[in-house]
């Protein structure tokens, strides 16, 4: 099971992301649903990397293990960091409903509410 950790600020804007494990739905490398949380989070990281004033960093210290964490958006970013968040949200909840038992996606909002 991957188990997939989501917070927001209370904006929506995305604070950060963490994954671990695997989905178990195929043999290794024929995992479908392994393959599409990885891209959806990598596509996501990369976005948000590319954009240096969100202040993102990151790291997947082994297979099956991925974190992302960002700064406070600046107000000319946030429409943007928004449209991300609301895409990476919506594919993940997508997969979690379509193979029920692969993902346990927690989505919640800071505790400090920044």
């Known amino acids: 099971m991957i188990r997939l950790r989501v917070r927001l600020r209370a904006d929506g804007c995305l ?19 392994c393959a599409a949380v990885t891209v959806l989070l990598r596509t996501a ?10 202040g993102a960093e990151g ?4 297979e099956g293990v991925m974190r992302l964490e960002l700064g406070c958006a600046p107000e000319s970013r946030r429409q ?26 927690e989505v919640g909002e800071e505790p400090d509410g920044t």
């Open 80 to 105: 943007w960091l928004r449209g991300v968040t609301d895409m990476l949200l919506m594919g993940l909840r997508d997969l979690d409903r379509e193979h029920p038992g692969r993902l346990k996606l």
């Open 45 to 54: 990281a990369r976005l948000l990397s590319d954009c240096p004033e969100l």
């Open 59 to 62: 790291a997947s210290p082994a």
């Open 15 to 33: 604070a950060g992301f963490e994954a671990t494990g695997h989905a178990a739905a195929g043999r290794r490398g024929r995992d479908l649903v």
